[in-house]
C-alpha cells in the first residue's frame, strides 16, 4: 500500500532551521516528482518546492527561495526539505505530496508534520 | 505568474447539483492541466479530478469536470449531492515555474 510520512515538524524561533523528512513507501519512488505543500490550520493549501524524479529539476515559490533547499534520496525512499531563517508566516502543516510528473495529479498526500515558528 | 480564483463558499441541498468555478488570471487554462482535490476536515487532499476532467477510479460518476476557454477557467460539478461530499476543494495547475493552488471552497451540505 503506497504510503507518504512526514516527521521533523515542531516548534522553532524566528530566525531558526528545521528540515523536514518525508519517508514514502508501496510506490516506485524514483519515478514521482515530489511536492512540498503547506496550509496554515484553517486556511487553503499552498504550494512551496518541487524535485523531479532524478533531482535535476527543482523549484520553489518566490516566498521561500534562498531559505529552504528540497533535496531527495531515491536509495532512501526520502524527500527532505531544509527550512532556514524561519519566519513566523511559515507557521503551517507541511505535507509531502508526490506525482508522475510536473503537469500531472499529485497522487500521493502525506498526513502532514506542522511547523511552529514563534518566540 | 497567475492566480486561481475560487468562490469562497457553496452551499446546496442533498440530492441536488453543485458547480464549483476556478478562474485563470492570466495564461490559458487549456495550456496546462487542472486538477481537483477534495479535503475533508483533519484529512489529506485527495483528488478527485485529474487532468482537467478524468475521475480516478473509487471516485464517483457524480463528480465530474471541464474546462472553458472562453471564460478561461475550469469546473467541478458534483451531482446527486451527498452530505459526504461537504469538504473544501480545491483547484491546482501550473506554468512552467510554478505550481498554484485555488483558495479553496467550503462545499456545505445542508
Known amino acids: 500500500q503506497e504510503q507518504v510520512v512526514e516527521s521533523g515538524g515542531g516548534l522553532v524561533k524566528p530566525g531558526g532551521s528545521l528540515r523536514l523528512s518525508c519517508a514514502a513507501s508501496?510506490?516506485?519512488?524514483?519515478?514521482?516528482?515530489m511536492s512540498w505543500i503547506r496550509q496554515v490550520p484553517g486556511k487553503g493549501l499552498e504550494w512551496v518546492s518541487y524535485?523531479?524524479?532524478?533531482?535535476?529539476?527543482?523549484k520553489y515559490v518566490d516566498d521561500v527561495k534562498g531559505r529552504f533547499t528540497i533535496s531527495r534520496d531515491n536509495a532512501k525512499n526520502s524527500l527532505y526539505l531544509q527550512m532556514n531563517s524561519l519566519r513566523a508566516d511559515d507557521t503551517a502543516v507541511y505535507y509531502c505530496?508526490?506525482?508522475?510528473?510536473?503537469?500531472?495529479?499529485?497522487?500521493?498526500w502525506g498526513q502532514g508534520t506542522l511547523v511552529t515558528v514563534s518566540s | 505568474n497567475f492566480m486561481l480564483t475560487q468562490p469562497h463558499s457553496v452551499s446546496e441541498s442533498p440530492g441536488k447539483t453543485v458547480t464549483i468555478s476556478c478562474a485563470r488570471s492570466?495564461?490559458?487554462?487549456?495550456?496546462?492541466?487542472v486538477h481537483w482535490y477534495q479535503q475533508r476536515p483533519g484529512s489529506s487532499p485527495t483528488t478527485v479530478i485529474y487532468?482537467?476532467?478524468?475521475?480516478p477510479s473509487g471516485v464517483p460518476d457524480r463528480f465530474s469536470g471541464s474546462i472553458d476557454s472562453s471564460s478561461n477557467s475550469a469546473s467541478l460539478t458534483i451531482s446527486g449531492l451527498k452530505t459526504e461530499d461537504e469538504a473544501d476543494y480545491y483547484c491546482?495547475?501550473?506554468?512552467?515555474?510554478?505550481?498554484?493552488f485555488g483558495g479553496g471552497t467550503k462545499l456545505t451540505v445542508l
Open positions: 487532468e482537467d476532467d478524468q475521475r
Open positions: 524535485i523531479s524524479g532524478s533531482g535535476n529539476s527543482i
Open positions: 505530496a508526490g506525482g508522475l510528473g510536473w503537469d500531472l495529479p499529485l497522487d500521493y
Open positions: 508501496g510506490f516506485t519512488f524514483s519515478d514521482y516528482y
Open positions: 492570466s495564461g490559458n487554462i487549456a495550456s496546462n492541466y
Open positions: 491546482q495547475s501550473s506554468d512552467n515555474s510554478s505550481q498554484l
